[in-house]
T-cell receptor, first 116, second 109 residues
């Protein structure tokens, strides 16, 4: 499709397992964002890429979280040694430009992670 | 970026207009006002944005106060599919959008 695609849509992990969440942004979109959304709360910023460069990772909650976008298109969010507090929906969004003043952010449907 | 204040929840009747308020008293001159909505089990969806002038698009209208310290998202004719959480966000120097907790809109048939 033409939208932002995320996989898997649902992931159940045992505490301590590593997980990888994939995001396929809209083709040609320069900017890519990852957000974390806990139940009943608004999305919280994790990290931002402009093409392949990770320009802001200030929202990553710990060094167990790692994101990459090696060729400036697909991105992967990796969580090592998952904890129960990592249970959330992880949202990916992309934008055609580096600024949103004249554009909008397109979100995927998210990957719901449940850590048991 | 400056913060926004929205009511936690609002109700509207189907086919009636809905006015969703947002206060942003500390807005700076270069902050844009963005509105997104999030339907159940979906990612947020762009609705509208503006800087100083009122804006209209196919989804909604955005009315911005003259002093820019508040704005109102207007859905002209609410439908059941408009039931969602609506986020008012100020976008300025940061690259990312910072979401608050939004307003949960319930549309009654």
């Amino acid at each position: 499709g033409a939208g932002v695609s995320q996989s898997p849509r649902y992931k159940v992990a045992k505490r301590g397992q590593d997980v990888a969440l994939r995001c396929d942004p809209i083709s040609g979109h320069v900017s890519l964002f990852w957000y974390q959304q806990a139940l009943g709360q608004g999305p919280e910023f994790l990290t931002y890429f402009q093409n392949e460069a990770q320009l802001d990772k200030s929202g990553l909650p710990s060094d167990r979280f790692f994101a990459e976008r090696p060729e400036g298109s697909v991105s992967t969010l990796k969580i090592q040694r998952t904890q129960q507090e990592d249970s959330a929906v992880y949202l990916c969004a992309s934008s055609p430009s580096g600024r949103l003043n004249t554009g909008e952010l397109f979100f995927g449907e998210g990957s719901r992670l449940t850590v048991l | 970026d400056a913060k926004t204040t929205q009511p936690n929840s609002m109700e509207s009747n189907e086919e009636e207009p809905v006015h969703l308020p947002c206060n942003h008293s500390t807005i700076s001159g270069t902050d844009y006002i963005h509105w997104y909505r999030q339907l159940p089990s979906q990612g947020p969806e762009y609705v509208i944005h503006g800087l100083t002038s009122n804006v209209n698009n196919r989804m909604a209208s955005l009315a911005i106060a003259e002093d820019r310290k508040s704005s109102t998202l207007i859905l002209h004719r609410a439908t059941l599919r408009d039931a969602a959480v609506y986020y008012c966000i100020l976008y300025g120097s940061a690259r990312q959008l910072t979401f608050g907790s939004g307003t949960q809109l319930t549309v009654l048939p």
